[in-house]
């Protein structure tokens, strides 16, 4: 079918809004659990109310306040004030929304995914409210993607600094989430279960919206609630293949080696005593296949894939969405291609980096092999990579957009992409071709959501 450049462009933001909303936090929230009578229904699982002495909630993530503000709508003012609610959640402090009984801690700056010491100060909060609950008392945990740099908690003889500095090394190196967070739960408090071992709650209950393919428990903001099952040696030979060099600072490396040298870190680690249970109430699949239905609705003949294990490079993500936009033009299959995933990116030095995230990167790559193929080939073509959180790396931009008005808007400015691409300056280029996406924080992550529509002569 053949259609307008500007239709190819409309079409794809509403289709990658369309799997946005689809992952709202409160929504997910409101939709999990719903008070029956006396009765608190948690998915599939009734909870009878009269024993339940109190109810608290704690949490981290980027969709930390979405989903404290499902959970109270969910609840009810009648219910909260019964079971003397209250919560504590640690949250970007562009995130704030008004809630009645749930305290949003800022424990970062916007658009700065780090942790902070005023993360440490929630953390720190969180743990001595979990412990200071009882066996009659239902606690409520709330995790989203985001959660690792919001929930700082150091072991001792390893500064604040100390991770951050590592986190920073790993992430230049290419580490994935995988490896970040089998090394930062080694050297955490409360991840890798440690909250979960704080807990005194007759139950704790943990609904989770999963920012890593596959929705690994463990690794879904260093899974807190969730017992490590990595180890100090697992994360040795991560820094051992990605710090070669031992820049990562003495620190770090001697809780890790006298830990592996003792076995194990579970030496001198309460059990965690309460009954536990973890519920994924969102993730990247939903988003894709609520984009999906939007496609068919627009009268487009879709394909679509949700990465079921962690991605490679963004570049050649980029490289192999920009093939299939061509096959699809020149073919009479699908005109529209929905993806979701989260690629990496190996940064540039530091004395050349632009400014940028994977999802601009990934766009750029694309834009280039388009132009290798041929100049025309952007024409019928719109391809566009976003992040769900509204937040691409460092920027205050979702991702990006290719479509022949950027190509166009490039060719007067005469740009040349391949210096942006090398120097990760796609925030640059995309800004003054007009492809950026930017839409603020949505209140949710479940990683990038990749939309392509392609016209037909």
Known sequence: MSRTAEQLKSDALAIWHAGVDAVRSDRLVRECVQVAGSQLLVGDEPIDLPPVRRIA???AGKAGAGMAAGLEQALGETLMAKKEFTGWINIPADCRRKLSRITLWSSRPAGINEPTADGVYGAEWILETVAALGPEDLCFCLLSGGGSALLPAPVDGVS??????LTRHLSAAGANIQELNTVRKQLSRIKGGGLARACRAGRLITLIISDVIGDPLDVIASGPTVEDTSSPQAA???????????????SIYRHLESAAAEGSLEKGKRPIRCAVTNLVIGNNALAVDAAGIEAERRGYSHAMQAATKLEGAAEEVGVHLAEMALSMQASSGPDCLITGGEPTVRLAPPEIRGKGGRNQQLVLAALERLMTADERAAEGIVLLSGGTDGEDGPTDAAGAMLSAEVVARMRSLNLDPDGFFRRNDAYTFFEQTGGLIKTGPTQTNVCDLRVVTVSRT
Do not use: E, F
């Open 57 to 59: 909630v704690v949490g």
């Open 160 to 165: 604040l600094a100390d991770k951050i500095a």
């Open 236 to 250: 040795l030979s991560i820094l051992q293949r990605l710090d070669p060099a031992r820049n990562v600072a003495d």
